[in-house]
């Protein structure tokens, strides 16, 4: 770790009682520090507030969290910025009665950037699909919350498999993400992506794409589209849009991936 501060002080350090460890109650976002600036800044903002409103924890100033972060970021050419906010210390069990106005916490850390990103983004990566599945919840969906078991125990499969990524289901069978990031794919010369309604993170970079690109359809996907699928990647804040070259070992075309990376460059 690169930098670490809690409320504005440089601490590696939190209060055991922090609803944040104790009950997964806050929201996080991770951002890419290039030449010194958080790509995409005004969005991750706007995402922390949003969390922040749906989870009913008190925000911190837009402003002065964009003054801290681009004061952290302006130190580092390349690097990982997270931002976390927590509900704080206080209340009685799940309830947040009790808690008072200042009681949220804002954790701010920057770390190294995974090197190896460039490299996958130029070759493509090889997808597969994970054997486990993901719950649905219209409270949580699409909302990137701190509780994040579920991708912890997708990581610990994929650490295991021999692919890049894989394609995970939710308990309805309907295809939503990969392990930690957003999916995109054509079929037919359409470009669609999962609706997410009831599970998985609606991205930054997601987001970015479909305004970008007013004709992707988001909708429910089933395996059986990602078969029929003629060409698919993956994307998030910090790989931008990876290619997938491989499905399942099925060979897939990269020709529109990359026109789209050319289209979007200097935007994500």
Excluded at 28 to 46: P, Q, R, S
Excluded at 241 to 262: A, H, S
Aim: charged fraction near 20%; include cysteine.
């Amino acid at each position: 770790m690169k930098y670490c501060s809690v409320n504005g002080q440089q601490q590696t350090d939190i209060s055991i009682t922090d609803r944040g460890l104790a009950y997964g109650d806050g929201i996080f976002t991770t951002a890419k520090i290039l030449n010194g600036k958080v790509i995409l800044l005004d969005k991750h903002i706007e995402r922390l507030a949003d969390g922040c409103q749906r989870l009913k924890i008190q925000a911190p100033s837009r402003q002065r969290l964009m003054e801290q972060l681009q004061s952290v970021a302006k130190n580092y050419p390349l690097a990982v910025l997270k931002v976390m906010i927590t509900a704080g210390s206080g209340g009685r069990g799940y309830s947040r009665l009790g808690l008072n106005d200042n009681a949220t916490n804002l954790i701010i850390m920057v770390s190294d950037f995974p090197n190896h990103y460039q490299a996958l983004a130029q070759r493509g990566i090889d997808l597969g699909d994970s054997k486990q599945q993901i719950a649905t919840s219209s409270m949580l969906g699409g909302l990137k919350h701190l509780n994040r078991l579920e991708q912890v125990l997708l990581r610990a499969e994929l650490d295991e498999r021999i692919e890049d990524d894989l394609v995970v289901t939710n308990c309805q069978g309907n295809v939503i993400e990969a392990t930690s990031s957003n999916l995109f794919y054509w079929l037919d010369s359409q470009l669609c992506t999962p609706d997410l309604s009831n599970s998985g993170v609606d991205g930054i970079i997601r987001q970015t794409v479909i305004a970008n690109r007013p004709q992707v359809k988001v909708c429910k996907t089933q395996p059986g589209d990602l078969k029929q699928a003629q060409a698919m990647f993956i994307c998030n804040s910090l790989m931008g849009i990876m290619p997938v070259k491989t499905y399942n070992n099925r060979i897939l075309t990269v020709d529109n991936v990359q026109q789209l990376q050319r289209q979007m460059k200097g935007l994500i």
